[in-house]
């Protein structure tokens, strides 16, 4: 498939599957990074594009998006790397497959290239999360109907903060810990019942202030105390910079 005549890297399954906390009515969402084409890097336009389907939603991003958004640390970008269902396109140059095996197998000091943004980037996606749990979107109202409040919304603000907490406990060693649930995991079972709405709204704010303290008190400042690897960052930039180099300028230019 072929993006508005991009062709595409790599997709990725984000959300619930993830994290084991999907159940049978959960979505799913892809991100799809695409190639710029010679026009792209010429008149300097970054595409990008939300696909909704039947069975799967993509939502679709330039390449050259990648090594910014992992040095902003947003968590649901970093997410990519662990997907579970990761489709990388067959028809890459081998030297292209060969960076982006790199760029998999260096997942680890990515994740954990710029702390102080990723403490700040979950903070700001708790906050947004709370603010819509009477609002909800056209995939969750019937959950307000329902339970008075955006439970899938609620769940999601609970676990954003709960990964702070494994993310620092691995000593961020171990990003997909920080992320995936084991099944007889206790906090799973209370994340999974908030989404179902046995807790109310009171109970959830409970738990949820708790937690915020509790994050605030004992991990704020070791996240915020953490220089920034620049060194990884500059060597993700410089594999992007190659495979752009690989799949859109010399193959535009007739040297695949």
Not at 57 to 79: G, V, Y
Not at 94 to 110: A, S
Request: charged content about 30%.
């Amino acid at each position: 498939m072929e993006f508005e005549g991009r062709k595409k890297l790599f997709s990725a399954i984000i959300g619930s599957c993830n994290y084991n906390l999907n159940v049978k009515s959960s979505d799913k969402d892809y991100k799809v990074f695409v190639i710029p084409t010679f026009d792209d890097l010429y008149f300097g336009k970054k595409f990008k594009k939300f696909y909704a389907g039947d069975l799967e939603d993509l939502d679709c991003h330039d390449m050259r998006k990648i090594s910014d958004l992992l040095w902003k640390s947003n968590p649901n970008f970093i997410e990519v790397l662990y997907s579970k269902d990761l489709r990388i396109n067959n028809n890459l140059s081998n030297e292209t497959k060969d960076i982006l095996r790199n760029i998999f197998k260096n997942r680890d000091e990515f994740a954990k290239m710029n702390l102080p943004y990723l403490y700040k980037a979950c903070i700001s996606i708790y906050l947004e999360s709370v603010k819509t749990l009477d609002v909800g979107t056209k995939h969750t109202k019937y959950l307000i109907d329902k339970y008075g409040y955006d439970t899938k919304q609620a769940m999601y603000s609970i676990r954003i903060l709960d990964f702070l907490r494994r993310f620092a406990n691995s000593n961020f060693n171990d990003f997909e810990f920080a992320i995936r649930y084991d099944d007889n995991d206790d906090f799973r079972e209370l994340l999974l019942d908030i989404r179902n709405g046995l807790y109310s709204k009171a109970q959830y704010t409970n738990i949820a202030t708790n937690l915020l303290n509790e994050i605030e008190r004992d991990f704020k400042d070791i996240y915020l105390n953490q220089t920034p690897n620049e060194k990884a960052n500059i060597s993700l930039i410089n594999m992007i910079k190659r495979i752009i180099k690989i799949e859109a300028i010399e193959v535009d230019n007739g040297k695949e």
